[in-house]
């Protein structure tokens, strides 16, 4: 999944591991997130989430008040909690909904926006922050990128020729519902799309659902 993120979206999450590890975190939540989606003002989401007057330092203050500090420093590898991982799953729904290949920070705060449990939602509630609003914002940003800044550099996976000297690959629809798929199994912690994790986003297409219902001809 993260092959397709943009270098500002790497950044964020860069960023948000760094966050946690400042406040001794033994986890990445998405209060970390959020504080990642901020911390570079270039950045879609920072400047965003800035025009209503939110900053790292402001949502930090917020963070240690919910949550304190951590003991002692941390190593190795921070893990995602489980809304944070819906996050990242969410995401990479809303690039593909606007037809996307990479994600970039825009969606990433598209994604946020739909995790209702975690510190980041109480956050933005509590500072009033009008969430309808910030997603129209985002939308329209993400939708104005040009084709070629949103296609990604990811190639679909050729099969290698069989015995009969040619070659097979998913078409972009495929595709989509394979990194729905994927997003799918990424939200249950898991590094393999099944069956039925495809037969799951298959079913959310009405073209394919009833495909699915009159099974083989």
Do not use: C
Not at 40 to 63: I, P, R, W
């Amino acid at each position: 999944m993260f092959e397709r993120f943009t270098d500002g979206a790497r950044q964020v999450i860069v960023h948000a591991q760094e966050a946690a590890r400042q406040l001794n975190h033994n986890y990445i939540g998405t209060e970390h997130i959020l504080l990642g989606l901020l911390w570079d003002s270039a950045e879609m989401s920072a400047e965003v989430l800035s025009s209503f007057g939110l900053t790292v330092e402001t949502v930090m203050q917020k963070v240690v008040e919910l949550v304190g500090r951590g003991e002692g420093s941390l190593a190795g590898q921070v893990p995602f909690t489980p809304a944070a991982k819906k996050t990242l799953e969410l995401s990479l729904r809303e690039a593909l909904a606007l037809g996307h290949n990479t994600i970039w920070s825009g969606h990433l705060l598209l994604g946020q926006l739909r995790v209702e449990e975690g510190v980041a939602m109480r956050i933005l509630l509590d500072a009033g922050i009008p969430l309808e609003e910030v997603r129209t914002q985002l939308v329209e940003r993400l939708a104005a990128l040009a084709p070629e800044d949103v296609r990604g550099p990811v190639s679909p996976r050729t099969v290698p020729p069989s015995n009969f000297g040619f070659s097979v690959e998913p078409d972009a629809q495929l595709r989509r519902l394979l990194m729905a798929a994927g997003g799918l199994a990424l939200s249950q912690d898991r590094q393999e799309i099944s069956l039925a994790d495809l037969v799951a986003v298959l079913r959310a297409v009405p073209e394919a659902r009833r495909l699915l219902d009159a099974g083989p001809e």
